[in-house]
């Protein structure tokens, strides 16, 4: 079985999710999903929503509407109790606008989990070490001003997503103006200023949602509520997205979330070799057929048979032993009497092989009977 994760809300309102684990598998290439199992929030916790979600070797990381990111493990999941895993980090609060007694935490707009957490509010990009403060200090990867300098002051950020090296951020921005777009930014981490170093997508999403997820074979997919389209990763500024899905049904359908992740296919399964008859020698080098059956015929993607489903080796390799035995052939008999009384005529002979050869001994020649000329007298008479 292999597992996937999705948020549902709960009895309690609309501001409280779990998250729910699902495992499923394909039987004859089709979807089997188990009964799901509630991971998260512990019982009794405070209400939240679940802003972003993401698996990572195993465990989950949740970023919530509360401003933490926290860290439910493999183990912690698989014990059957509803957890609120280890908080690893929490956003920065501010006071209410109208009422400063009350404070609100920053919203959490993206995570990516790399060899690092990272993690955007509207306006900030950051990241920090997987064990939580005790690893190591956050570092701002794209500030405030920084953002606003690039994108524009009327701006805030969507969401993120890292490439596999941990060398790029891509950053996927709305634009609350006259537009109403968005628009994707690469950050090149580790080189210079990322914002003086940043690559924007020449290519205008008009959404004002956009999710990012990296695929394999360096592949990002940006996907809208409507739409789903890729571009490769790293991109250059003229690059244009390749478009590869839209919902028909545009009048009650949103896409809510978008995640790109590989599902391994059955692979085609074969036999052991077995000899098919016998050497084709006893002696000196043979060759011995081998035949192979397919136990299991691929499936979703899955590896094909190999073409080679037969082949031969060498058999018997031992010399052949060195006492051969010569053919011997008895004499020629006649077979009756010559064909004319006086004079030339023909007479049948034959013979018989007194040895055949063994262990390559000279063979037998070709032929057990001939016609040979004969002469029994001369004729009498007169010239």
């Not at 052939?329 to 050869?357: F, N």
Request: aromatic share 8%; proline share 5%; glycine share 10%.
């Amino acid at each position: 079985f292999r597992s996937f994760f999705a948020t549902s809300d709960t009895s309690m309102g609309v501001n409280s999710e779990e998250i729910v684990h699902y495992k499923y598998s394909f039987i004859e290439d089709q979807l089997v999903l188990s009964s799901p199992t509630t991971v998260w929030p512990a019982s009794g916790s405070t209400p939240r929503t679940v802003a972003r979600l993401k698996g990572f070797r195993g465990d989950l990381y949740v970023a919530d509407s509360l401003g933490h990111i926290a860290r439910v493990s493999q183990a912690a999941m698989a014990s059957g109790t509803k957890t609120d895993g280890v908080q690893l980090y929490e956003t920065k609060s501010h006071f209410d606008d109208k009422d400063p007694r009350i404070t609100h935490p920053e919203r959490i707009t993206g995570l990516a989990i790399r060899d690092a957490v990272y993690w955007s509010t509207q306006t900030e990009v950051l990241s920090a070490p997987l064990d939580g403060v005790a690893g190591g200090a956050q570092q701002t990867l794209l500030k405030k001003t920084e953002l606003f300098a690039l994108a524009g002051d009327n701006t805030e950020i969507v969401d993120i997503e890292v490439d596999y090296r941990g060398s790029a951020v891509y950053v996927a921005v709305h634009n609350a103006g006259a537009t109403q777009a968005c628009h994707v930014y690469m950050l090149n981490i580790g080189v210079g200023s990322p914002a003086q170093n940043a690559v924007k997508l020449s290519w205008t999403f008009a959404e004002d949602v956009l999710f990012l997820s990296m695929g394999t074979n360096s592949t990002l997919f940006l996907s809208s509520p409507l739409t789903i389209y890729t571009a490769p990763e790293p991109f250059t500024k003229s690059v244009v997205p390749k478009h590869v899905y839209s919902l028909t049904n545009i009048q009650d359908q949103r896409m809510i979330g978008a995640a790109a992740f590989f599902i391994r296919g059955v692979d085609c399964v074969l036999g052991g070799w077995q000899k098919e008859g016998p050497c084709s020698k006893s002696c000196g080098h043979g060759q011995q057929k081998l035949v192979r059956q397919v136990l299991t015929q691929p499936s979703g993607g899955g590896k094909p048979c190999d073409d080679g489903m037969a082949r031969h080796e060498s058999c018997n390799d031992q010399p052949c032993p060195s006492d051969s035995i010569d053919c011997i052939m008895g004499q020629w008999i006649d077979a009756g009497p010559c064909s004319a009384s006086c004079g030339y005529g023909k007479i049948s002979q034959h013979r018989k092989i007194l040895r055949h050869p063994t262990n390559g001994g000279i063979t037998c020649p070709e032929g057990l009977s001939q016609i040979v000329d004969c002469r029994i007298a001369a004729c009498g008479g007169q010239d």
